[in-house]
């Protein structure tokens, strides 16, 4: 069984750092896009960012471009999302997700696995 967890999340405060961490269990780890979506208060589930299966390709939403990053540690089986200076409006609980096949994906139907979830209040 493929899972996935995420780890990191916690109250922080505006202007602070966020770093998220999504672990995988396979040790088919570079044959997996990695994804992060979030759902924010009163929202939609919306796509944050992706990494291919080799680490090589990044996509990021129009709205968190340059705000945002996404790395792949392959000998750790991790991915994580990283962005400093955080704003209010970033409280969400952040999904890590996974799916068969390195390519790149940006919809929630294209992913096969879902992590659990892990909050991120971001005091004011």
């Known amino acids: 069984q493929v899972q996935v967890a995420e780890s990191g999340g916690g109250l922080v405060q505006a202007g602070g750092s966020l770093r998220v961490s999504c672990a995988m269990t396979?040790?088919?780890?570079?044959?997996?896009?990695m994804g992060w979506f979030r759902k924010r208060p009163g929202e939609e589930r919306e796509f944050v960012a992706a990494?291919?299966?080799?680490?090589?390709?990044?996509s990021y939403a129009d709205s968190v471009k340059g705000r945002f990053t996404v790395n792949r540690d392959s000998a750790k089986n991790t991915v994580h999302l990283q962005r400093d200076s955080l704003k209010s409006d970033d409280t969400a609980v952040y999904y890590c997700?996974?799916?068969?096949?390195?390519?790149?994906?940006?919809?929630?139907?294209?992913?096969?696995?879902w992590g659990e979830g892990t909050q991120v209040p971001v005091s004011s």
């Open positions: 396979t040790v088919a780890f570079s044959a997996y896009c």
């Open positions: 997700a996974t799916k068969r096949g390195p390519l790149l994906a940006r919809r929630t139907r294209q992913y096969d696995y």
């Open positions: 990494i291919s299966g080799d680490g090589a390709k990044r």
